[in-house]
Each structure stands twice: as C-alpha cells, then as structure tokens.
T-cell receptor, first 113, second 116 residues
Framework: GENVEQHPSTLSVQEGDSAVIKCTYS??????FPWYKQELGKRPQLIID?????GEKKDQRIAVTLNKTAKHFSLHITETQPEDSAVYFC????????????FGTGTRLQVTL | GAVVSQHPSRVICKSGTSVKIECRSL??????MFWYRQFPKQSLMLMAT?????????EQGVEKDKFLINHASLTLSTLTVTSAHPEDSSFYIC????????????FGEGSRLTVL
C-alpha cells in the first residue's frame, strides 16, 4: 500500500517568513495530493491540492509543488501569520471517487511574533 | 461546499459499554464514507471504508467485531465501538466523497471518545 512520509515534524518560523513542508510517497500510481490544516480538536480542512498532471499550484500565500519522478511534493506558505499556526498533513491517493487517503505524519507549524 | 456532520462531538462512557457515532452527508450523497482514528499528536489512521448497502472494508489490524460499521443509506454511516475500553479513547473522524467529485474528501467535525 501507499506510504507517505512528512518532514519536519515541527517547524517554528517568525511571522512574515516562509514555511516549507515536504512529503514523499511510495506508490507511483497515486495521482491526487491534498494538504490539510488541522487546528486542535477540529476537523482537517483542505487548504490546497494538486493532481499529477500539474507540477505546481498556487493560491494566494499557499503553493504546492509536485515532482512525480522523485515522488515528492511540498507545501510552501509565504508571509506567514500567527493564524497559520496549526498541524498540517499531506496525503496521497488514487484520484476518483471512493479514494482512500493515506496521510503523512503531520507537521506542527508555529508562527511566532 | 459539501457538509459532513458528525455526532456526538464528545462522549464519555464507562468501560464495557458501547458507543455509537453517526456521520451524515448533509447536502450530497455518499456511496462511500471513511472512518479515521486519531490519537493525540498523531496522524489520521484509516480504520475502515464504509460502503452503502454492503459490508465495510477494514484496514489491517482493525477488529471488525469491535468497530461495527453500518452504512444503511446514501447519507448516513455509523460507527459503533463495542465493549469500549480506555485504550479506545481517541478522536474518531469520518469523511465522505461526493459521488461526482474527483477525490476530494469532506470531513466531519470529529468525535472525541473518552472511556473511563
């Protein structure tokens, strides 16, 4: 089955700096890669996703890059703000309905003033 | 957007009792729902895939007789933790995919189970 690794497990940045979180996956057939933000005790919220037919996707301060050859994808948050502090999870799955997501281990991001 | 509602959000029970958690897709039909368990400061671990009108598919290591899943309609799946023990205390989250969507999952609010 799919195995997703995520680094780093914790990340502390100063407000305004950029944050980068990296994930690798094992199943070359995976082609849907979402990123979720989870605040304490709450449900994961989808913040951005990318499919294997594109290499990069951007949404305001958030961007994701995908390297299918190397089987890794990264989340980039620019101009970080305190409200970006949360746990971020990457995931991978086969696209389509009823797809099982395999989650990474999570990164706790702390944005300090 | 699609809404998935989960109930109850918190439940405390005595050891040996059973607890039922409901997961509803409020504005879309979901042939398939997924149940995850999340321990503190850990990732979401898929427990089982709930299929409407058929038996659930359990992940390796998940006891199907302990975690009973019923998906009786296109908008409701239930997870029953039977004979709960303190080690079953966890955050249980369901998710659903719209049948017409392309992979995106929508999560419920989660249910925090505490077994005394």
């Amino acid at each position: 089955g799919e195995n997703v690794e995520q680094h780093p497990s914790t990340l502390s940045v100063q407000e305004g700096d950029s944050a980068v979180i990296k994930c690798t996956y094992s199943d070359s057939a995976s082609n849907y890669f979402p990123w979720y933000k989870q605040e304490l005790g709450k449900r994961p919220q989808l913040i951005i996703d990318i499919r294997s037919n594109v290499g990069e996707k951007k949404d305001q301060r958030i961007a994701v890059t995908l390297n299918k050859t190397a089987k890794h994808f990264s989340l980039h948050i620019t101009e970080t703000q305190p409200e970006d502090s949360a746990v971020y999870f990457c995931a991978a799955s086969l696209s389509g309905t009823a797809s099982k997501l395999t989650f990474g281990t999570g990164t706790r991001l702390q944005v300090t003033l | 957007g699609a809404v998935v509602s989960q109930h109850p959000s918190r439940v405390i029970c005595k050891s040996g009792t059973s607890v039922k958690i409901e997961c509803r897709s409020l504005d879309f039909q979901a042939t398939t729902m997924f149940w995850y368990r999340q321990f503190p400061k850990q990732s979401l671990m898929l427990m089982a895939t709930s299929n409407e009108g058929s038996k659930a598919t359990y992940e390796q290591g998940v006891e199907k007789d302990k975690f009973l899943i019923n998906h009786a309609s296109l908008t409701l799946s239930t997870l029953t933790v039977t004979s709960a023990h303190p080690e079953d205390s966890s955050f249980y989250i369901c998710s659903a995919s719209r049948d017409s969507s392309d992979g995106e999952l929508f999560f419920g609010e989660g249910s925090r189970l505490t077994v005394l």
